[in-house]
């Protein structure tokens, strides 16, 4: 039996080259990461869909560090997300 859902390979040099040129471009050094910077770009370019905001100056608790911020973001998301 064959399964049907068949994935290209992931050119990891590439994907990797295009971590460290983003890493130069947009990461902030000193930030504490949720997540390493490599995953989240992968998720971006695995999920085209994928949609992350970065509010400067907030940590974990991204709600308790910036409530009306976060809830912004969140709103904005759900209204393009929302079916139609």
């Not at 130069?24 to 998720?43: D, L, N, R």
């Not at 992350?52 to 997300?81: C, K, M, Q, R």
């Amino acid at each position: 039996m064959e399964l049907a859902l068949r994935k290209p390979w992931v050119d990891v040099a590439k994907a990797r080259a295009e971590w460290e040129t983003e890493l130069q471009g947009v990461v902030k050094h000193t930030a504490e990461p949720i997540q390493s910077q490599f995953v989240a770009h992968m998720i971006r370019k695995v999920l085209p869909k994928f949609h992350a905001v970065t509010i400067p100056g907030t940590g974990h608790f991204v709600y308790e560090d910036a409530p009306e911020t976060a809830a912004e973001a969140l709103a904005a998301f759900l209204a393009e997300s929302a079916p139609r």
